[in-house]
């Protein structure tokens, strides 16, 4: 008779073991204390204007799930209100909404570069771009961070040995755990050269930088070898994602992608707060001025206080180093009130490990200075 195979827990309990051992194993925590860890950086989620929108649609009978996919009974009426509204925003030909930014990422990575084609990933980018070329058709390859020289020559060696398909040069334009920006003029003269694409993930820029919270791939909008995805679970204070492109690459989309034509479509209900959210970006300019000034104000006072940060943006990364003392850092800092979380490996290099520091419109100068004030003196308290 032959035995019974049973699954053996115990190995991924042993895994946990190894994570907590090295202090990085995870769990959930309820939010609390001061914001400055989230990406709500103008504060709409929970905006009137936001809450009103909803309620209003619901009042008007806007079902609350789509009940199919869009290729199906789920293209609504909200969802095509959204991507006209988002095309004409975003001065794009097309626009497809999608139930979230790693989902987003992930079905244009699958569903465009194909077999013959080479896939060019910025090192830091989202690991859901990660995932997505992994489970692709074409090559990929990781180049130097933020650096044009590494992409291009990649791209040299790839034509020089044979390579005859399309070019996909991939990166984030502002990256979410260091809060750098990309060298996108640099990108789009090396795709125009060499007749690639170019995949903007702009999750941490738009609503944020550009014109009316466009991000900073707003100039070249309406380009045919131009792709951008804008989630809206960010600055937008929604949730799903926005895939802006060419109207030929958003018809190849929905007839190729397989993300899109198999997933129930996004809720109703969310395609009209993510609506909502565009129009508070183009009739309410102040509140993207308002971050703008919190954020210099909050670069001036770490300056001052002799610790400037490697970013110049809302993302402000404290590096620690090690796994233990970044999460017993973030810790007190939590004990003192303010909501700052600690990021490991593999979300960033080992030997990186930090607070990521989130400046929002959830919190106001005087929040700032004080949290700076306890971080400092944590900071040094630990080092005793």
């Known amino acids: 008779m032959e035995s019974i195979q049973v699954p053996r827990v115990a190995d991924y309990l042993t895994a946990l073991q190894s994570l907590e051992k ?35 649609a619901i009042e008007a009978g806007t079902p609350i ?63 859901s771009i990660h995932e997505g070329a992994r489970a692709g058709r074409a090559r990929f390859h990781l180049s130097a961070h933020n650096d044009p020289h590494s992409v291009e020559n990649i791209i040299r060696d790839w034509r020089f040995n044979g390579g005859m398909g399309n070019v996909w040069i991939v990166a984030e334009s502002l990256y979410s755990m260091d809060g750098d920006f990309a060298p996108l003029e640099d ?42 995805v804008h989630t809206c679970g960010k600055a937008l204070g929604a949730a799903g994602a926005l895939v802006t492109a060419s109207g030929v690459l958003g ?28 129009s508070i970006l183009e009739e309410e300019p102040e509140r993207q001025r308002r971050l703008a000034g919190l954020v210099a104000f909050t670069h001036r006072e770490l300056n001052e206080r002799g610790c400037p940060s490697r970013s110049d943006s809302q993302i402000i990364p404290y590096i620690v180093g090690d796994n233990a003392g970044a999460m017993r850092l973030a810790s007190a800092m939590q004990a003192r009130g303010f909501d700052i979380r600690g990021i490991r490996p593999p979300t960033v290099p080992a030997g990186t490990a930090r607070l990521r520091i989130s400046v929002t419109l959830n919190v106001v100068e005087d929040d700032v200075r004080a949290m700076l004030d306890v971080l400092l003196e944590e900071t040094i308290g630990g080092a005793r």
Do not use: W
């Open 22 to 56: 090295d202090s990085r194993l995870r769990g959930l925590r309820p939010r609390a204390g001061i914001d400055f860890t989230s990406n709500d950086y103008l504060a709409l989620a929970g905006a009137p204007r936001m809450k009103k929108a909803v309620s209003a």
């Open 65 to 127: 799930g789509a009940g199919g996919s869009r290729l199906l009974r789920g293209n609504c009426p909200e969802h095509e209100a959204l991507e006209a509204e988002a095309s004409r925003f975003f001065r794009a030909d097309r626009t497809l909404f999608f139930g979230g930014g790693y989902v987003a990422n992930f079905a244009v990575l699958t569903t465009l570069p194909q077999r013959s084609d080479l896939v060019v990933l910025d090192s830091h980018v989202h690991a």
């Open 187 to 228: 990108l789009v003269a090396i795709a125009d050269r060499y007749d690639a694409f170019l995949m903007v993930d702009e999750a941490h820029a738009t609503g944020v930088y550009g014109e009316r919270g466009r991000g900073v791939a707003g100039p070249y909008a309406g380009r045919e070898n131009l792709l951008v």
């Open 251 to 278: 018809d190849f989309m929905i007839n190729r992608c397989r993300p899109f034509i198999f997933a129930t479509a996004p809720s109703p209900l969310m395609a009209v707060a993510v609506r909502e959210a565009l």
